[in-house]
């Protein structure tokens, strides 16, 4: 046996096809085309390419996009400032600032002076507070990819036994709260595992759906997983390079033993990692049709 594959590559494509057409919609019966700023600070290599690929995918589903650059050397008065000119500006459904932020500015003070409503990220803690309670306007991207995966594969997460390995707040704790909540999609039995967690095998083996954010190569082996369970590897890590130079990448699952054994897996990369971005485009999308009156 080995595992039907979970592509987010083609499962992302459906997703972005879906916006495209519902942003012409908007357009057409609202006048109102989303828009998305995003704000970068100084100029790291790997910031410089999400925001890129962000502003792309922006751009190619309609969206109106800005990206504003800002020198690496700028006040956390003047960002705030900056913030503060896109809370009140009606164009602007969605602000991203891209961590990390120099050390001379305060990321809360930061992520907090984003309006709960523009905060397409889901890191205010207003948006935090909806999704625990179960009135979410915006999902984390990197979840709800997740929770979309699993849902359009076809995997059956109500009653499900989930097993998270992973509390941080863009992954572990999220995902964990959204597969609990009493809605579609969800209302799954949810333990989370971590580095204090005594014995994680003796978890994951009972899990009918094993979500892996450690943030270490080859954490999940073969002997953990319960034979015909859905595996979603949300790891990335650098293993490497290529003999042409680029990144070699792998996952938080070991994904030849793994399959072996699991029903479904994500693989790395083409699983979670695409989902992200365009998880943030639904996201400004739906900030849009709020402020339109349709959501």
Known sequence: MSA???????????????????????????????????????????????????????????????????PVDIS?????????????????HGILVQLPLPKHVNENKVLYAINPDKDVDAFHPVNVGRLVIG??????????????????????????????????NIVGKPVANMLLQKAPGANATVTICHTGTKDIASHTKR??????????????????VKPGAVVIDVGVNRIGTTPEGKAKLCGDVDFEGVKEIASMITPVPGGVGPMTITMLMLNT???????AGLL
């Open 4 to 70: 039907k594959i979970i592509s987010g590559t083609e499962i992302a494509a459906q997703i972005r096809d879906e916006i495209k057409k519902e942003v012409e919609e908007l357009k057409a019966k609202k006048g109102v085309t989303p828009g998305l700023v995003t704000i970068l600070v100084g100029e790291n290599p790997a910031s410089v390419s999400y925001v890129t690929a962000k502003q792309k995918t922006a751009k190619e589903l309609g969206f109106y996009s800005v990206q504003d650059d800002q």
């Open 76 to 92: 956390e008065e003047a960002l705030l400032a900056l913030i503060d000119k896109y809370n009140k500006d009606p164009q602007i």
């Open 135 to 168: 009135e979410a306007k915006f999902y984390p991207c990197t979840p709800y990819g997740v929770q979309q995966m699993l849902v359009r594969s076809g995997v059956n997460v109500d009653g499900a036994e989930v097993v998270v390995i992973g509390r941080s």
């Open 207 to 224: 899990a009918d759906i094993l979500i892996v954010a450690a943030g270490k190569p080859n954490a999940v082996t073969k002997e953990m």
């Open 285 to 291: 999308l739906n900030a849009a049709k709020f402020t």
